[in-house]
């Protein structure tokens, strides 16, 4: 019975990580380096006027997505070597059913 949880926690837990790599590709695709410009937006003084601040840079969204595409990488390969254990796990017991006269 343990098993049996334990895996289905496990492919919780891959399919998690499978939507953050989703959730990651989208986002970078979302944002080439090349359409990348600074983000203004206005602040409000104390005398009522406005002035123009930096919220991002283009530097600092290029090392964003710098991480984002490490993180990405990283990620694939945990979910890649979940996957091949799992495989492996499941070769090694067989892939046999067991009867139902056994099975108590």
């Known amino acids: 019975m343990a098993t049996k949880k334990k895996e289905l926690l496990i492919e919780y837990e891959l399919e998690f990580l499978e939507t953050k790599l989703k959730e990651l ?3 970078i ?3 080439p380096y090349s359409e990348l410009a600074d983000r203004m937006a206005y602040k409000e003084t104390r005398n009522g006027g406005v002035i123009p601040i930096c919220i991002a840079n283009k ?3 290029r090392k964003d997505l710098t991480q984002a595409l490490k993180d990405y ?6 979910v890649e070597s979940m996957r091949d254990k799992e495989e492996a796990k499941k070769e090694s017991k067989g892939n046999s059913l067991i009867p139902a006269r056994m099975d108590n």
Request: net charge negative; charged share 35%.
């Open 25 to 27: 590709k989208d986002y």
């Open 29 to 31: 695709q979302a944002n």
């Open 59 to 61: 530097e600092a969204q």
């Open 73 to 78: 990488a990283e990620i694939l390969r945990t």
